[in-house]
């Protein structure tokens, strides 16, 4: 019975778990260049290093070695890895440490002091980070394991007590070796836990696309690693700002990420885009108005040639009045992912008016338009753009029974018969003429929409789509390389990183006020340092 509870519950909780509108892949093939980069991060950190003086007495002899500084880091093996079930892991063998420091040796009366070079060797290094997601849906590194330890030491003394120092070199250098293992950890601990975690701060969670629109890329549950990928599922959902809480639900089919050829895969589905468009929908931004000089001048004069018809018979006052066209989309435009391609479908009214100044505005047409677009995708840096071609559209008028004529046009311009014409065919009672105006009445529509939508709409619609939508990544890295695939319900980005900037300058820049001192509010669990 307890066992049936509990696979109930299970299956409930999995039925109103929220759907991805979004995932990201980072592969093992990405992993070798995050280790150099990481490295050089690395070695600059336990440059860092400042290890206590050391200070003693053997007989007469006093010494102080002092200003120890850790000045390159020699690696002979590292492997970075992914670790079931979150884990990444680096590991270092074998490697090796310089070390620069101020000797000091008094004798009775007789003193000699200097610096001199030194090296640590043997140097073993295993640190793995933990990530997962934090309150705020944010990647985060939430515990870093470490071991280390360092086998020997070697300095070369010199100077006139050069046989002292040979004398004291293993108390000297057995010293410097303990206090250098438990160094190393707090080092490592404070990189991951404070450093790298500055730079997942840059990655965007919650944010806004331009005045009107935000996107939420939170996590939806910690990140899952397998021995080849880490892999984070997102929210993946746009909103208007002056509705922060809305939501659009996600009925959408969930993206599916199998590939491990390139560095980074990146998947999008249905939903992503149609939160979008519908959002914009909800902020009032899709729709266009355009007035008197705003109305291009060869589209103004054809509008006036097609309803020169209607425009004669007005008043002389209102013939020479300002021409408005107005395109409102009336309801959110859909988006089909398919293997053949993206579409995106709109459903808008276009209006046709006279705007007489100081009387109200003459109406000349209504219309409906359904129309069909072609989308393409790229991903250029970071950010995610879309490309929009006019396939096809669909026109009927508003205004009168006989108008409500619908012809299917292409791009090219070429009606043929609709639906809509048939339907009121097979309605008109037996000997009755058939009173629907022929298709050719409604040709001259299609020349003038047609040329508001390519020259007055789609340049505007294309440049505002082109700026494109940051995806979530770190600041200083960018795709290059990418390559788009269309699914059923979904689609995938395949591409390789770049670090624009290296791992070092971008935490500089968005380093913590508090963070300099890598003791502050950063150390490790003393056993997390192996000596």
Known sequence: MALFGALLLALLAGAHAELPGCKTRVTSQALELVKQEGLRFLEQELETITIPDLRGREGHFYYNISEVKVTELQLTSSELHFQPEQELVLQISNASLGLRFRRQLLYWFFYDGGYINASAEGVSIRTALQLSRDATGRIKVSNVSCQASVSRMHAAFGGTFKKVYEFLSTFITSGMRFLLNQQICPVLYHAGMVLLNSLLDTVPVRSSVDELVGIDYS??????????????????????????????????????????????????????????????????????????????????????????????????????????????????????????????????????????????????????????????????????????????????????????????????????????????????PAGCPNVLPPPSQLIPLQAPLKTMLQIGVMPMLNERMWRGVQIPLPEGINFVREVVTNHAGFLTIGADLHFAKGLREVIEKNRPADTRDPWASSAPPPSTTAA
């Open 219 to 428: 996590l939806l549950k910690d990140p899952v690693a397998s021995d080849s990928s880490l892999d984070m599922v997102f929210r993946g959902a746009f909103f208007p700002l002056a509705e922060g809480n809305w939501s659009l639900p996600n009925r959408a089919v969930e993206p599916q990420l199998q590939e491990e050829e390139r560095m980074v895969y990146v998947a999008f589905s249905e939903f992503f885009f149609d939160s979008a468009m519908e959002s914009y929908f909800r902020a009032g931004a899709l729709q266009l108005s355009l007035v008197g000089d705003k109305v291009p001048h060869d589209l103004d004069m054809l509008l006036r040639a097609t309803y020169f018809g209607s425009i004669v018979l007005l008043s002389p006052a209102v013939i020479d009045s300002p021409l408005k066209l107005e395109l409102r989309v009336l309801a959110p435009p859909r988006c089909t992912i398919k293997p053949s391609g993206t579409t995106v479908s709109v459903t808008a009214s276009v209006t046709i008016a006279l705007v007489p100044s100081d009387q109200p505005e003459v109406q000349l047409s209504s219309m409906t338009m359904d129309a069909r677009f072609s989308a393409k995708m790229a991903l250029r840096g970071k950010a995610l753009r879309t490309q929009l071609d006019l396939r096809r559209f669909r026109i009927y008028s508003n205004q009168s029974a006989l108008e409500s004529l619908a012809v299917s046009w292409g791009v090219a311009g070429v009606p043929r018969l609709g639906r809509g014409r048939a339907a009121k065919a097979r309605l008109l």
